[in-house]
């Protein structure tokens, strides 16, 4: 696709080149193709201008190439992988191990608010390209972004008027501007995305042998554990959260009792290391002490949660978050 848009530009600004000269006009420069040329001589009837032409064909062409470029432009052609989900390809980015030591692979998901995984800078690209040499192998799949985000404005609609009880959520909470039916459609949507994909990945990994890894960032660490706890996805061997959280489980429970990420954790049997972040969530550095207090009665090998000293928002966190996953991981070939 690339080497087509590039022969596609050179093919029409050696065209622009070519009529310009040949019409004698100015020439055109590399990036100088501008819309506003087509108005300056209206096309006159049963006359064809190839200046008007070309030129609104080069425009169109640059200005998709300027707004519309690949979110992956920085990543080598060579660790870009896909897979099909719901007979639509999805994008996965897997890089192999470096040196002599091959544990395995590690599995990354990172938040649903935005592609973490493809350009740097972020703590999901740092982990993907930071493993590989402590010898495990990293496939990051592309974020669920679901079908909307709630809106945490409130519409004029929702203020409360006298004598009406229109709010029904805790007052101490922000207004979600969506339903409750349109957040469980949210949170479905999301589940079965990640629950297919995590599924699709058996063949990708069979190029990298051994234990698993599976580290989940923020939302994403919820849905994974939520997944995990339904057993709708394989269990890794060792299992990583970075600021869990989720959200709007009231609104969305219906009168259904949804059991706390806490609980969910405290039921799997699997090693899992859970990190928060001064800069977390709120929800996620809220409910930590509660995933603590649940999951510390298990042995140390089972559960170990760290508060991290440093922010996730620049390389110094993510380095102290990569050396406690480094401590960790170090026991799952044993296991």
Same mark, same amino acid.
């Given at each position: 696709m690339t080497f087509m848009m590039i022969h596609a530009k050179t093919t029409l600004l050696a065209l622009a080149q070519h009529y310009s000269a040949k019409l004698r006009v100015k020439p055109l420069k590399h /990036?100088?193709?501008?819309?506003?040329?087509?108005?300056?001589?209206?096309?006159?009837? /049963?006359?064809?201008?190839?200046?008007? =032409?070309? +030129?609104?064909?080069?425009?169109? @062409?640059?200005?998709? #190439?300027?707004? *519309?470029?690949?979110?992956?432009?920085?990543? &080598?052609? #060579?660790?870009? $992988?896909?897979? +099909?989900?719901?007979? $639509? &390809?999805? +994008? @996965?980015? @897997?890089?192999?191990?470096? %040196?002599?030591?091959?544990?395995?692979?590690? =599995?990354?998901? %990172? &938040?649903?608010? $935005? $592609? *973490?995984?493809?350009? &740097?800078? %972020?703590?999901?690209?740092?982990?993907r390209t930071h493993l590989n040499p402590l010898g495990w192998a990293t496939i990051s799949v592309t974020p669920t972004v679901g079908l909307y985000y709630p809106n945490y404005s409130t519409s004029p609609e929702a203020v409360s008027k006298a004598g009406e009880k229109q709010l029904a959520l805790n007052t101490s909470k922000p207004t979600p501007k969506f339903q409750s039916d349109q957040l469980l459609q949210q949170r479905n949507f999301q589940h079965k995305q990640l629950n297919d994909t995590i599924n699709a990945l058996t063949e990708v990994g069979q190029a990298y042998p051994g234990k698993r890894l599976m580290i989940a960032i923020d939302d994403s660490a919820a849905i994974i554990t939520q997944l995990l706890y339904e057993e709708k996805i394989p269990k890794p061997d060792t299992l990583i959260l970075i600021n869990p959280y989720r959200e709007f489980d009231q609104e969305m429970a219906k009168g259904e009792k949804i059991l706390t990420l806490a609980t969910q954790l405290q039921a799997l049997n699997i090693p899992i290391l859970d990190l928060q972040s001064p800069d977390g969530h709120p929800v996620s550095v809220a409910q930590a002490p509660n995933r603590f207090a649940k999951n510390n009665i298990k042995p140390i090998r089972y559960y170990v949660q760290y508060p991290l000293t440093l922010n996730l928002n620049s390389e110094a966190g993510w380095q102290e978050a990569l050396e406690y996953i480094k401590g960790f991981a170090r026991r799952t070939p044993q296991y």
């Open positions: /990036n100088q193709f501008k819309v506003a040329q087509c108005c300056v001589n209206p096309i006159r009837s /049963n006359h064809i201008d190839f200046r008007q =032409i070309i +030129t609104l064909i080069g425009a169109l @062409v640059f200005s998709t #190439n300027t707004f *519309a470029s690949s979110a992956y432009d920085q990543i &080598p052609a #060579n660790e870009i $992988k896909h897979i +099909t989900i719901d007979g $639509k &390809p999805s +994008t @996965v980015l @897997v890089r192999p191990w470096l %040196g002599k030591m091959h544990f395995g692979a590690a =599995i990354i998901i %990172g &938040p649903s608010s $935005k $592609k *973490a995984n493809a350009n &740097p800078p %972020g703590i999901t690209h740092f982990l």
